[in-house]
């Protein structure tokens, strides 16, 4: 079923209710929220959808979608999907030179986006020389077709592409924070198995609103029926977001479910806790992207008077793996992250299949199952993994294995199944560092070091073939006393698995990823500790 049939079912069953809201900032700090009812929301995709069919999109092309959070984004997109075509979605944070490359590779034929896209395109011509039919959200001078030209002259009724499940919906870009980015294909059944799948995990119906801190996620919850707002935040900058602008949006809408990088969230809650607000409509806050503290979780039950905190764990190939809750986390499970079991993140949800297999860096042709607590990769089965990245067979082979005609995602993490076959989570593949026969895994060895009260994190880094760790101050200090030096030590001396480590570096600001601002990359750490030796 092409999912741009829940829209308009979501139509004819409540057609009245908001789907889509804006926060539109006023000059005296309150908002206006101007919205679309999803009748409105139907009607606009299918206007949009006949204004794009005659300017020559037609289903199976791909079209590189560049638009800002705005009410039209969601619509948008959503139009694309009924008549077809498929979006391409790349993160426009991921730096100008990864962004061009990723349009290179995956060729787009269409392109609509905003004006400085298109300025873009014609100062760099190169990556975007296959796109014959360009569009802009803002009037632009040459070829380029002006989207709301006549708009509102067009039919508001559109038939629906028959798509079937196993047809291209979408190409999602993942962030290259371990590598080169790469076009991931989603099917209309993948689309459809997630938005079932997280519909499950988290109970949502029409009854919910949901601020999204990562735009992609109000196509799901636009496809569940649910409203929508966009928050007045800058989705590429997660880290930076105003916690004060948020809160006022969650509670001027009665916002019920939340969701999106940590690194927003943990801003949001310690704005919470120093004036006292609590945000009693909300039910779920949802973080994803990397590991969450369990202080995060212990904040939230001071703000929470109905909800919890939970965390997804997936990847951009596969989407959701796990869930656990903030509450499982507190009843003594961070404890033993803490002592370096690493971070659990709970059991499969609906749908999906976990296995753990010796981690290696050659393609696999079938599985090498390990036993129960083994530390091994981390491979999933199931409706919501992605078949293949866009024309990247050497990729693709390497991250997929098909076994007795079921296909594997191989995640790039590794950690192990407990007993109670909750899933614990210990770092990236590549970010392991071995050493005299030892394996140290990142989340293990950085939860110890983490525990100082003057750490803000650290991170496991190879100097000189040997594990190191980088710590982040919470002072931001940079010089090395020999009384933190001896404290890093004695909490090394503590544990089985750090008590080899000998080198620290102090780290200004560590490097994180583009997507969610809070992904430690330790390869660059890696790099700069080694050309900083003789600085410690």
């Known amino acids: 079923m092409n999912i741009a049939h829940r829209i308009a079912e979501t139509a004819k069953r409540i057609p009245d209710k908001k789907s889509v809201v804006f926060s539109e900032a006023q000059s005296d700090g309150t908002y206006k929220y101007p919205s679309y009812t999803f009748r409105e929301f139907e009607e606009r995709s299918n206007q949009f959808a006949h204004k794009l069919v005659k300017l020559g999109i037609k289903p199976g092309m791909r079209t590189l979608l560049f638009v800002k959070p705005c009410l039209d984004f969601s619509i948008i997109t959503f139009a694309l999907f009924k008549m077809g075509a498929i979006p391409v979605l790349i993160d426009p944070g991921m730096g100008i030179k990864n962004l061009l490359r990723s349009i290179s590779q995956v060729r787009p034929e269409a392109m609509v986006s905003i004006g400085l896209v298109h300025w873009i395109r014609r100062l760099r011509p190169g990556p975007f020389k296959n796109i014959k039919i360009k569009v802009s959200l803002d009037r632009v001078s040459g070829s380029t077709h002006y989207i709301y030209q006549d708009l509102e002259r067009e039919e508001k009724t559109f038939p629906i592409y ?153 990847a951009t190939e596969s989407l959701p793996i796990s869930l656990i809750s903030g509450s499982e986390v507190l009843d003594g499970l961070s404890d033993k992250t803490k002592n370096g079991a690493g971070t659990c993140i709970g059991k499969s949800v609906p749908g999906i299949e976990i296995k753990i297999i010796k981690a290696t860096d050659i393609p696999e042709l079938s599985l090498s199952e390990l036993k129960i607590e083994e530390i091994g990769e981390i491979v999933v089965s199931g409706r919501q993994v992605t078949p293949a990245y866009f024309e990247m067979d050497e990729e693709t082979s390497k991250a997929k294995i098909i076994e007795n005609g079921k296909l594997w995602h191989r995640v790039g993490d590794v950690g192990y199944l407990d007993q109670e076959n909750r899933l614990w989570f210990l770092g990236r593949k590549n970010h392991r560092v071995q050493s005299q026969g030892i394996t140290h895994y990142p989340i293990r060895v950085e939860a110890i070091f983490n525990q100082h009260p003057d750490v803000k994190r650290s991170a496991l880094i190879e100097v000189s073939g040997q594990p190191a760790i980088a710590i982040e101050r919470s002072d931001k200090k940079t010089h090395m006393s020999e009384k933190f030096r001896q404290d890093l030590l004695n909490l090394a001396a503590s544990n089985k698995y750090t008590s080899m480590i000998k080198d620290f570096f102090l780290h200004e600001g560590f490097p994180v990823d583009v997507r969610h601002n809070i992904k430690i990359d330790r390869t660059k750490l890696s790099l700069w500790a080694k050309n900083s030796r003789s600085d410690i």
Not at 176 to 195: C, E, F, R, S
Not at 284 to 307: C, D, T, Y
């Open 162 to 314: 028959p798509a079937k499940e196993s047809d291209p919906s979408a190409i999602l870009f993942t962030s290259g924070g371990t590598g080169i980015p790469k076009g991931v294909i989603y099917t209309h059944g993948i689309l459809n198995a997630q938005t079932e799948a997280l519909q499950a995990m988290f109970g949502l119906n029409e009854s919910h609103k949901d601020l999204p801190g990562f735009p992609l996620f109000a196509l799901f919850t636009l496809a569940m029926g649910m409203t929508s707002i966009v928050p007045d935040m800058d989705p590429t900058k997660p880290a930076k977001c105003d916690p004060q602008k948020l809160i006022r949006n969650i509670i001027d809408n009665d916002i019920t479910f939340v969701a999106g990088s940590p690194a927003i969230w943990e801003k949001v809650g310690e704005y919470c806790i120093q004036k006292n607000i609590q945000l009693p409509t909300v039910k779920q806050v949802v973080m994803f992207g990397a590991p969450v503290r369990a202080e995060i979780h212990e904040m939230f039950k001071k703000i929470l008077l109905n909800g919890d905190t939970y965390t997804p764990y997936g």
